[in-house]
């Protein structure tokens, strides 16, 4: 898969953590992967300057899969593809 289209693959769910800091956005990363399946991917909005570091840890301790880091008006846009 080309990266642009990983980039572009819908997710199943968004998290809006705009406006919440560490470490609410990975526990509720944490809460709401485990509502997926297997292959779905979560988009995950934020604009603490810490959730890029603690999401990439968290996606790398729990064996998901971070699949892009795109910057926004915003903040961040993470897709992260649960892998278990």
Known sequence: MLAEEKTKQKPTMVLDCIG???PVPVMRTREEIDKLGVGDPLEILAD???AEPDLKAW???????MVSIEKT???LRFLVKKIK
Not at 59 to 65: F, I, L, N, P
């Open 20 to 22: 919440l800091y560490c």
């Open 48 to 50: 603490d300057p810490a």
């Open 59 to 65: 996606a790398k301790r729990t064996g998901q899969e």
């Open 73 to 75: 008006d915003e903040g």
